[in-house]
């Protein structure tokens, strides 16, 4: 019996003009798993979490959520049958408080899980506040915290840690670690910062000029001699 993945992408092909930003790209991420995914700037890594999360157009191949073909749901759909993401760039209102963000998420979510949200990402102390006066770490886990209501069985991030400090980015790191495993919730990671990659992610994935490059264990990645001269340095040394 063949194996169910949580999220799977099957030949996934985006080109822009002449420009191949995807090139028949295969993922495969297991049920509870968390997977980094590296590269170089324009290796494709957030056009992939376009495509898995619905929000490209002019793509090919498949994409499946625990089983079932998602490739023509919209992004609104897929988000509601459990895949949810989050931005690079903070994707928060800054007029509106942190609680009434979460509020307005959770209007169409199953879960309208708000409470739960907040005291998990240490918001609930702030979330009388604006998103403009709260600090940039703090907008930061709120981007996390939208992706979180309605308990989604799979997160795409795309570069949570983005500007934060290193105490914070591993601070952020340690929390998704512990939700990932206590909700059981799948976690496709985009990320710069390699020591956040290297101290969660079960798997990475390498993506160069579009293609997968390697794929492994952090320490298979690790002794893979053109990756590390290419993209890692001494972040793994």
């Known amino acids: 019996m063949a194996e169910t993945f949580a999220i799977e992408g099957g030949g996934l092909t985006r080109r822009y003009g002449g420009f191949t930003a995807l090139d028949a ?41 625990r089983g079932a073909d998602i490739s023509r749901l919209s992004a609104q759909q897929r988000r509601r049958s459990g895949l949810a993401r989050s931005f690079q760039r903070t994707n928060v209102f800054p007029e509106l408080a942190v609680r009434e963000q979460l509020e307005v998420a959770s209007w169409r979510a199953e879960t309208p899980n708000v409470d739960e949200v907040l005291h998990e990402m240490g918001l609930a102390a702030i979330a009388h506040m604006r998103a403009a006066d709260v600090s940039y770490g703090d907008r930061r886990r709120l981007d996390l915290a939208l992706a979180l209501i309605g308990r989604p069985t799979v997160l795409l991030l795309d570069e949570p840690a983005a500007g934060l400090s290193m105490k914070e980015s591993m601070a952020l790191a340690e929390l998704l670690r512990d939700l990932a495993s206590r909700w059981k919730v799948t976690v496709l990671l985009v990320e710069h910062d390699m020591d956040v990659v290297f101290s969660i992610c079960h798997r990475i994935t390498v993506l ?27 972040a793994v040394e």
């Not at 968390?34 to 890594?45: T, Y």
């Not at 160069?208 to 340095?233: C, F, K, M, N, Q």
């Open 25 to 65: 790209v295969d993922l495969a991420v297991p049920d509870g798993e968390i997977r980094g995914l590296i590269g170089p700037n324009g290796a494709g890594k957030s056009t992939l979490i376009d495509v898995l999360s619905g929000r490209a157009d002019d793509w090919q191949g498949s994409v499946r959520l």
């Open 208 to 234: 160069h000029l579009g293609r997968v490059l390697a794929e492994g264990t952090p320490a298979e990645i690790r002794s893979i001699p053109e990756v590390v001269t290419a993209y890692l340095g001494s």
